[in-house]
């Protein structure tokens, strides 16, 4: 029997009506959510994400507040910009689109966010505190992904998860994450990169795999058992001649015989993807609501 066909989309919309019913509580209450957004640049994928991040924002009832710089802005200035959002009362969450152009130090702009607006959970204090299981903004993406596994009733508890990639956006927390002494934690974990000899020897043995490479076909069907989860996070540009745009996005699995041996599959796109702007909008809200709570 195929997989189950994980729909990020439907889930996210339901997480996002979730959302959206709490920011209007909490504006009716004074307390409108905002989300503090710098651009710098013309990259174009960087401004298509920011702006279905600015949209989304709208959608949920957050209030935000977009600053596009221009490509050569000085570190200076930046860092006066994510200042005046740190003291500005109305913002709860403040997201510096990555990458930056290469005269600006990223470790600089991230440390430089006041770590309880930091929802992207980037800022080394957030990162710490996740790792040591204290109360913090955790990364998007890996949130994103816990998100799918519980909404679909997958049990983590207890399960052998092999992770593929090591970033420090994705890989190394979602990775950290599901090993946390939590209940959507608890599992058995592997970390998997370019240093692992025989990749497959690992994600044969998973309940779980989540691929997060950035290559596609980096996992194939011989390389799962029967009746695994297989998340796929990766998003590559594949040449398509027969698209009008003449590639398609394609994650970092064999999709097709995956489908017919998995138990449940992320599609690319409308799998994880949907997911990340989701707990953006989520950790935003929790920001706010916990300034609102701090006020009462
Ligand atoms: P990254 O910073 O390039 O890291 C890739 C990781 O994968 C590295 O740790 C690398 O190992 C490892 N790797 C690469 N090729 C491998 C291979 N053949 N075998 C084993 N490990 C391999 O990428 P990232 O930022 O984590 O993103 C990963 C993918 O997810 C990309 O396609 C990105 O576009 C996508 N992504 C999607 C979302 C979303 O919202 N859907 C969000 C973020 C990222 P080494 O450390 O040894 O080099």
Same mark, same amino acid.
């Given at each position: 029997m195929p997989a189950q066909i994980i729909d990020g989309k439907q889930i996210a919309k339901a997480m996002r009506e979730e959302i959206r019913e709490e920011a209007l509580r909490l504006t009716a209450a004074g307390h409108q959510p905002g989300l503090g957004v710098v651009l710098v640049g013309e990259d174009p994928a960087s401004q298509s994400y920011v702006s279905a991040k600015e949209k989304a924002c709208e959608e949920a009832g957050l209030y935000s507040d977009d600053n596009r710089l221009p490509a050569d802005v000085s570190e200076a200035d930046l860092i006066a910009v994510v200042e005046r959002l740190n003291a500005d009362e109305r913002i709860h969450g403040i997201l510096v689109q990555l990458?930056? *152009? !290469?005269?600006? #130090?990223e470790g600089r702009i991230l440390l430089a966010i006041d770590p309880d607006k930091d929802v992207d959970g980037f800022h080394p204090m957030n990162v710490g505190k996740m790792l040591i299981g204290e109360k913090a903004f955790i990364p998007c993406t890996p949130h994103g992904v816990v998100q799918l596994l519980v909404r679909s009733g997958i049990?983590? !508890?207890?399960s052998h998860v092999v992770v593929v990639g090591r970033s420090n956006i994705v890989g190394k927390p979602v990775a950290a994450l599901l090993a946390r002494k939590h209940e959507h934690g608890n599992a058995t974990v592997t970390l998997c990169h &370019?240093? &692992?000899?025989?990749i497959g020897s690992f994600t044969r043995q998973a309940d779980i795999v989540i691929v997060a !490479?950035?290559? *596609? #076909? &980096?996992? &194939?069907?011989?390389?799962i058992r029967e009746g695994a989860v297989v998340i796929d996070v990766g998003v590559n540009r594949v040449t398509d001649e027969t698209r009008k745009r003449g590639y398609r996005l394609a994650g970092d699995v064999d999709y097709e015989p995956i489908l017919e041996k998995a138990s449940f599959v992320t599609p690319v796109?409308?799998?994880?993807g949907p997911m990340t702007i989701t707990m953006l909008l989520f950790n935003t809200l929790e920001s706010a609501r916990m300034r609102a709570e701090s006020h009462a």
């Open positions: 990458p930056l *152009p !290469a005269h600006i #130090n049990t983590i !508890a207890g &370019t240093g &692992t000899k025989d !490479a950035g290559r *596609p #076909n &980096t996992l &194939t069907a011989d390389m796109p409308g799998g994880v």
